[in-house]
């Protein structure tokens, strides 16, 4: 997402830049080879559905053409090329790397294919390289490092194989280096510690392993490290917090780390977002992370934390999310959880913590908080998937576990649903799912262990949403929408639930 803003705010600043008035008879020398550059180009694409080339002819000058900004001056050549989500399909053609004015290539979220060509090396002037969401494959070409002006090279999801090359380190120009959601394997190469100007750095979704080159915990100016769902080990280094006074977002969740988080930590102040989940960290929470005033986010669940949470969070007022889960804390549920004034997601389960006394008794302070997850082993520990298992999963295959763990849930029913969540409250925005539970997939996807109705919290709370739900709706497109396993269309008759019934929730919404 914030990528995206990032582009958008690029174009913006391209934008002024306009178009002149060209006389297409006036093409000389190096600007023709624009022009059959640009034709190749097009002529490697083997699928523009929309149209979005068909302007690409010579009835008109090439700067005129949809995508292409040129020079202000003569000889006009080709300074950006703009062609993203446009469905295109193809190859890139060899010709581009021929374009040598150009500065700004975006051929983003496309469907090319084939491999990122060595040729593109020759683009000396470009400072825009932004490939993401295609099928390109190959590896990284140790050539794109002639690309000495590049600022923003972005080549995430594709892909692409080898490893991330060190010869990146030469581009001493990055800002923003993205290559998350590849098939990128090996260590993650110390030379990227070259490059001082960077502000993100993404080697999500790869195969990288090995341990996070101190190095990469000096750049200075990052605002952004994303390094998740990689097989990275070993610990991070003690100094890890102490120059990155701008870090915003710390994402190292799904790798193999180990040790303690460094204490240093708690000196990058800037920090609004930390995931270190499933990894296997260990030792206590460093005092400092407490002091982490702007974090609106911390995940740490799946780990081997161990330690008091007692007196960590207090300072911590703009936490949106806190997910523990997981861990062997222990010791008592803090009490000023329940003043944290933004909090909307609270994970504490599978730990030793003991409670939950603080929640009957500040009750009313949680009625707004989506899903709460208190206490020891199991007893609440699935209500952070209430939402998502009322919508979603109650009647399907899973459902002799789910139904277990409903049971267990079911006397805390009242205040976590204590009212209807806003996103509800529409016609049929409601966990229709659930309610679809006796009408529909006790007889339908014979999901007959235990039904709705032997809750009584959760009936009673079946009923209370009722309203916003069209329950005959329900029943006919089900019903009357597969034929393969419902040749007649048989819409059973029961199960006559009364859902009108009084369900004396209005006590738990004052
Ligand atoms: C060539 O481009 C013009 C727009 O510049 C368009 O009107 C015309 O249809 C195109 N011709 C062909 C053959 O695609
Ligand atoms: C442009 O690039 C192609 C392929 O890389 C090459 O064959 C051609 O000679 C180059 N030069 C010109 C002037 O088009
Ligand atoms: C891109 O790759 C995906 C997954 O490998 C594949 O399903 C898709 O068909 C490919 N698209 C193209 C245009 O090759
Ligand atoms: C990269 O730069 C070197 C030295 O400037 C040059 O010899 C080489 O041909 C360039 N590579 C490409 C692909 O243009
Ligand atoms: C962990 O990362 C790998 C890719 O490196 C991914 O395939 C896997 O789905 C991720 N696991 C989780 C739980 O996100
Ligand atoms: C938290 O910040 C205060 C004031 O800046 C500082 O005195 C204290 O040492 C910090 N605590 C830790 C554990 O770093
Ligand atoms: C929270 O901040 C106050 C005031 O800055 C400070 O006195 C207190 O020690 C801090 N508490 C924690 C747990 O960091
Ligand atoms: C459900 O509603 C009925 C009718 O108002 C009430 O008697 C019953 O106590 C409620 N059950 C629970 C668990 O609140």
């Excluded at 799912?433 to 079946?462: A, D, G, M, Q």
Aim: aromatic share 8%; glycine share 8%.
């Amino acid at each position: 997402m914030h990528i995206r803003i990032r582009i958008l705010l690029l174009l913006l600043h391209f934008c002024h830049k306009g178009v002149a008035s060209f006389h297409s008879s006036r093409v000389d020398e190096s600007s023709s080879q624009d022009l059959r550059s640009l034709l190749h180009f097009k002529q490697g694409v083997t699928s523009d559905p929309d149209g979005a080339l068909s302007d690409w002819n010579t009835s008109s000058h090439f700067c005129l053409w949809s995508g292409v900004t040129c020079t202000l001056t003569t000889p006009y050549r080709v300074l950006e090329l703009d062609l993203s989500r446009l469905s295109l399909c193809g190859p890139i053609s060899s010709f581009l790397g021929n374009l040598t004015f150009l500065e700004y290539l975006d051929l983003s979220q496309n469907n090319f294919v084939g491999p990122l060509l060595p040729l593109l090396g020759r683009l000396q002037h470009l400072q825009y390289l932004i490939l993401h969401d295609n099928n390109l494959s190959g590896i990284i070409p140790d050539t794109l490092t002639n690309c000495s002006n590049l600022f923003f090279l972005h080549l995430s999801s594709n892909l692409l194989v080898g490893s991330v090359t060190p010869k990146l380190g030469l581009l001493s120009n990055l800002a923003d280096l993205g290559l998350g959601s590849n098939q990128l394997e090996g260590r993650i190469p110390d030379e990227l510690g070259q490059l001082v100007n960077l502000e993100m750095l993404d080697l999500s979704h790869n195969r990288l392993s090995g341990e996070v080159p101190h190095a990469v915990f000096s750049l200075s100016s990052l605002l952004w490290l994303f390094l998740h769902d990689n097989m990275l080990g070993k610990a991070l280094p003690p100094n890890t917090g102490e120059h990155l006074p701008n870090l915003q977002m710390l994402w190292l969740r799904n790798n193999t780390l180990e040790g303690p988080i460094p204490a240093s930590l708690g000196n990058a102040l800037g920090l609004e977002d930390i995931d270190l989940s499933h990894n296997k960290f260990t030792g206590q929470i460093p005092r400092g992370i407490g002091n982490l005033s702007a974090l609106t986010w911390l995940d740490l669940s799946e780990n081997y934390f161990s330690g008091k949470i007692e007196g960590l969070i207090d300072n911590l007022t703009q936490l949106k999310h806190l997910d523990l889960h997981g861990n062997e804390f222990e010791g008592p549920i803090p009490a000023s959880l329940a003043n944290l004034p933004h909090l909307r997601q609270l994970y504490l389960n599978d730990n030793n913590l003991q409670g939950p006394a603080l929640f009957t008794s500040h009750a009313h302070q949680l009625k707004q908080r989506k899903f709460v997850c208190v206490a020891n082993g199991r007893c609440l520990a699935y209500l952070k998937k209430l939402k998502e298992l009322l919508d979603r999963a109650i009647g399907f295959t899973s459902v002799k576990p789910i139904f277990e763990k409903t049971k267990e849930t079911d006397d805390h029913m009242g205040w976590v649903f204590c009212s209807l969540p806003p996103e509800m409250r529409t016609r049929n925005q409601a966990p229709s799912r659930t309610l679809s539970t006796e009408p529909v997939y006790s007889v339908y996807f014979k999901c007959n262990k235990k039904l709705i109705r032997e809750y009584p919290n959760l009936f009673n709370y079946t009923k209370d949403i009722y309203r916003t739900v069209n329950m005959e709706h329900i029943q006919k497109s089900y019903y009357g929408g597969h034929s393969p396993i419902n040749p007649y269309g048989t819409i059973p008759v029961g199960p006559n639930i009364d859902y009108n019934a009084p369900h004396d929730r209005q006590k738990l919404k004052a």
